[in-house]
T-cell receptor, first 110, second 115 residues
Framework: SQTIHQWPATLVQPVGSPLSLECTVEGTSNPNLYWYRQAAGRGLQLLFYSVGIGQISSEVPQNLSASRPQDRQFILSSKKLLLSDSGFYLC?????????FGQGTRLTVV | GNSVTQMEGPVTLSEEAFLTINCTYTATGYPSLFWYVQYPGEGLQLLLKATKADDKGSNKGFEATYRKETTSFHLEKGSVQVSDSAVYFCALSIAGGGSNYKLTFGKGTLLTVNP
């Protein structure tokens, strides 16, 4: 069966520091991969999606970037974090119409 | 564009009460519809889905019927439990370019069930 791993679970970072969140999927090949952010208002915002290695589409211009160096690895990065980057970050993969989510990373920028 | 509107709540019920969370959508084309559940501090779990009109998705006592004529996908449960306390998200997906499907979410409804 397929599983998705996301880490770390929680992260506290100072303003201006770099960020790297990692997500890996097991048990499938060539999945569609997604990064979402959930702010305090509970809504989910799609940040990036990828349909293959090296193929990244950005939904919202911002201080973040994403990369897919391997088929089942998806990385969310920032060179310099802002206070507004705080939130709950969710990685997801999709075999077709629905998506399956990781456990999320709670990022607090201080 | 595509959008999902759901009652934001919060919704507070007593155990064994009947639950309805309303969800309506606008979409170009023929979307698939979903309900996701998020327990505190966790990611989202797929609760149920329906892929075409008049389909009924069901899981763990929850049900929702894809109503194309009213563009709705209301979530119902006949008798809620304390363990059902969570945030519930309605969502739709439409095929994007190629095989890529992008989910559009409602803002979520916080459900609290008291013993």
């Amino acid at each position: 069966s397929q599983t998705i791993h996301q880490w770390p679970a929680t992260l506290v970072q100072p303003v201006g520091s770099p960020l790297s969140l990692e997500c890996t999927v097991e048990g499938t090949s060539n999945p569609n991969l997604y990064w979402y952010r959930q702010a305090a208002g509970r809504g989910l915002q799609l940040l990036f999606y990828s349909v293959g290695i090296g193929q990244i589409s950005s939904e919202v211009p911002q201080n973040l970037s994403a990369s897919r160096p391997q088929d089942r690895q998806f990385i969310l990065s920032s060179k310099k974090l802002l206070l507004s980057d705080s939130g709950f970050y969710l990685c997801a993969w999709s075999p077709a119409t629905e998506a399956f989510f990781g456990q999320g990373t709670r990022l607090t920028v201080v | 564009g595509n959008s999902v509107t759901q009652m934001e709540g919060p919704v507070t019920l007593s155990e064994e009460a009947f639950l309805t969370i309303n969800c309506t959508y606008t979409a170009t084309g023929y979307p698939s519809l979903f309900w996701y559940v998020q327990y505190p501090g966790e990611g989202l779990q797929l609760l149920l889905k329906a892929t075409k009109a008049d389909d009924k998705g069901s899981n763990k006592g929850f049900e929702a019927t894809y109503r194309k004529e009213t563009t709705s996908f209301h979530l119902e449960k006949g008798s809620v439990q304390v363990s059902d306390s969570a945030v519930y998200f309605c969502a739709l997906s439409i095929a994007g370019g190629g095989s890529n499907y992008k989910l559009t979410f409602g803002k979520g409804t916080l459900l609290t069930v008291n013993p």
